[in-house]
């Protein structure tokens, strides 16, 4: 069977983190090897990246540098990580990856949707095959994550900021209802997970179908 690619998206606090590990150990549990990444990150290139764009002290960078950073960092994790992995048959699991552009940099800094996909198009060269979008409302997130006590620079924007965050992820969903599944994450953990190991034993099914 060949490797699967796929992502975790979701606003601030909506519970990737903790759904990720779940989903983990269910792939593991069906026999699959899974490389686990993240976004911004993944690579020694794109854990630099990282740290420069969500240092709250960074006020400096425009919207435009943004963006290409987050494509910069993605860039080197899908040919260092990503692409490597799927062409020897592992499955590859992110959290987050190019819709977190369109819902960051697009929706929220309103970065034009065509410049988004002229970079996916020749920097991050590859789609996810599936994508579980974790759907809270903004408030219920930005407790979650203010109950932490610290800021990155991206969390101290507005919570109109994350309002358009999420009307882009939710609208990204809509358009491609065969690869995103949305799940409501203002649900109690243990439903969010089981949710999750859900989705992924029908689509480890699906796959395992037509192999
Ligand atoms: N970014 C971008 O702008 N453009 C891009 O292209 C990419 C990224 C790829 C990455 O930071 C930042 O980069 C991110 C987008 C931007 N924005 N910010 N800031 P990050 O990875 O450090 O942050 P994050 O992705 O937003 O993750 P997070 O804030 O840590 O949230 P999370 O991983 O989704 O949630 P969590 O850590 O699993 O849970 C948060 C808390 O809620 C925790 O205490 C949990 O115990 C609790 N929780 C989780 N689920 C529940 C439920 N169901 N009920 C109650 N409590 C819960």
């Given at each position: 069977m060949s490797g699967k690619f796929i992502t975790l998206e979701g606003g601030e606090g909506a519970g990737k983190s903790t759904v990720l590990e779940v989903v983990r150990v269910r792939l593991a549990s069906r026999g699959l090897d899974v490389v686990v990444t993240r976004e911004p990150g993944g690579t020694a290139f794109g854990e630099a990246v990282r740290a420069i764009v969500l240092?709250?002290?960074?006020?400096?960078?425009?919207a435009e540098s943004e963006l290409l950073l987050m494509f910069a960092a993605r860039a080197q994790l899908v040919r260092e990580v990503i692409q490597p992995a799927l062409a020897a048959g592992r499955w590859a699991l992110s959290d987050r990856f190019t819709d977190a552009s369109y819902a960051y940099?697009?929706?929220?800094?309103?970065?034009p949707r065509a410049r988004i996909a002229e970079l996916e198009d020749w920097a991050a060269l590859i789609k996810p095959d599936l994508t579980l979008l974790l759907d809270l409302p903004v408030a219920e997130g930005l407790a979650r994550v203010g109950a932490r006590g610290h800021a990155d620079r991206i969390e101290l924007e507005s919570g109109d900021f994350f309002e358009r965050v999420r009307a882009a992820y939710r609208e990204r969903a809509a358009a491609e209802p065969a690869r995103f599944r949305v799940i409501d994450?203002?649900?109690?953990v243990a439903v969010v997970r089981g949710a999750a190991c859900a989705i992924i034993d029908a689509y480890v099914d699906s796959v395992e179908a037509v192999a």
């Open positions: 240092d709250p002290a960074r006020r400096d960078i425009t940099q697009g929706g929220g800094r309103g970065q994450a203002s649900q109690p």
